[in-house]
Nanobody
Framework: VQLQASGGGLVQAGDSLRLSCAASGHSSPIYFMAWFRQAPGKERECVTAINWNTGSTYYADSAKGRFTISRDNAKNTVYLQMNILKPEDTAVYYC???????????????????WGQGTQVTVSS
């Protein structure tokens, strides 16, 4: 599976951004996709995840009410709409895919077996 992420950039606090991640080249079905982020000196954390089949979602507390994950099954694309951005949202954002079944919503990075290249999001105060 190849994941191509796009949409990052430099914005001001309070602005919005939408990230996209297109999946291609997969012979195995995708069961979950997620967005992670990693700020300098911090661990990679799961911001949000979506069950590719059911559409069930997970949001980290920091994302609830501001971020929305969605998918377009026909385009094999997952989106992350980020509103009311804060300086603490500054990080490299990665999309990830998991091609194995799981119970519940997977959030640890280690359970995702495919990763995009990352896109920088910088929020200035």
């Amino acid at each position: 599976v190849q994941l191509q992420a796009s949409g990052g950039g430099l914005v001001q606090a309070g602005d919005s951004l939408r990230l996209s991640c297109a999946a291609s080249g997969h012979s195995s079905p995708i069961y979950f996709m997620a967005w992670f982020r990693q700020a300098p000196g911090k661990e990679r954390e799961c911001v949000t995840a979506i069950n590719w089949n059911t559409g069930s979602t997970y949001y980290a507390d920091s994302a609830k009410g501001r971020f929305t994950i969605s998918r377009d099954n026909a385009k094999n694309t997952v989106y992350l709409q980020m509103n009311i951005l804060k300086p603490e949202d500054t990080a490299v954002y990665y999309c990830a895919a998991r091609t194995t079944r799981g119970i519940g919503m997977p959030t640890p990075a280690m359970v995702y077996n495919y990763w995009g290249q990352g896109t920088q999001v910088t929020v200035s105060s």
